[in-house]
């Protein structure tokens, strides 16, 4: 597997957040984590990607509460869930976060650059950059113009351009759909397929799990931060139960 999630767990103070997760994505697969809000879906992406870690760290040096992270986190067979969030990065593993969080009075240039700080070779950088304008046209007409002026459909897409600048090897998204008009909601998950089809592998966490479904290998079911149900969208849906109370179909 190039991802592997062996019982994760995460606690803010005495709230428990994520409890005893296990996952796992293989090479080319679209795996998504669905679940109602507040399920633990984007705490779990956040852990996977060292943010939970980091701000653990920020929490115990101003004393305001504690976190408490257990479990393993192995990816491309390297434990990584003891290293900090940049070197995750560095080894292919790159968050998109939910609501997107542009660095708002920077340009959309800027920020793509910003999303490629980690990278080494400015030829390579160049070329992803080119690869990101061909996804998101619509960003390189909006090059020079800040960030924060965009419309929100926009926003997200620079969201996954940045995300897309770190050269990822897996790239986990969270709730790109948050807050979009639906035609364009339509065509930021069109653009997630094509970027499936680039050959990156994809973590993405959603609510709209009626679309979610057509473009998945494999799917995770959280509910109030456990694993309740797994499989392919056609054995999920078989259950009428999980159907209707978990998944809102």
Not at 4 to 29: C, I, Q, T, W
Request: net charge positive.
């Amino acid at each position: 597997m190039l991802l592997d999630v062996s019982h994760l767990s995460v606690r803010y103070d005495k709230a428990v957040l994520v409890n005893d997760v296990s996952l796992s994505v293989a090479k080319g697969e679209l795996v998504a984590l669905v679940g109602p809000n507040g399920a633990g879906k984007s705490t779990a992406l956040r852990a996977i990607s060292g943010l939970v870690a980091w701000e653990r760290e920020i929490k115990r040096r101003s004393t305001s509460g504690d976190i408490s992270i257990e479990g393993t986190i192995t990816f491309k067979g390297e434990r990584i869930d003891q290293i900090p969030a940049h070197a995750i990065v560095q080894r292919g593993l790159v968050l998109c976060p939910e609501r997107r969080r542009p660095f708002r009075e920077m340009s959309v240039l800027e920020n793509l650059w910003a999303g490629a700080y980690l990278q080494k070779d400015k030829k390579k950088t160049e070329d992803i950059l080119k690869k990101v304008y061909e996804l998101f046209p619509v960003l390189q007409k909006r090059a020079a113009q800040i960030s924060g002026t965009l419309s929100g459909g926009e926003q997200q897409m620079l969201a996954i351009g940045r995300a897309f600048m770190s050269d990822p090897e897996l790239l986990c998204i969270d709730e790109p759909s948050t807050g979009l008009a639906p035609l364009i909601r339509q065509e930021v998950f069109e653009k997630i397929s094509e970027i499936k089809r680039m050959g990156i592998t994809i973590l993405l966490v959603e609510q709209e799990v009626s679309t979610v479904f057509k473009m998945s290998s494999r799917n995770y079911v959280l509910s109030s931060g456990k694993i309740i149900a797994q499989g392919t969208a056609e054995e999920l849906l078989q259950n009428e139960v999980l159907r209707k109370s978990y998944l809102g179909l």
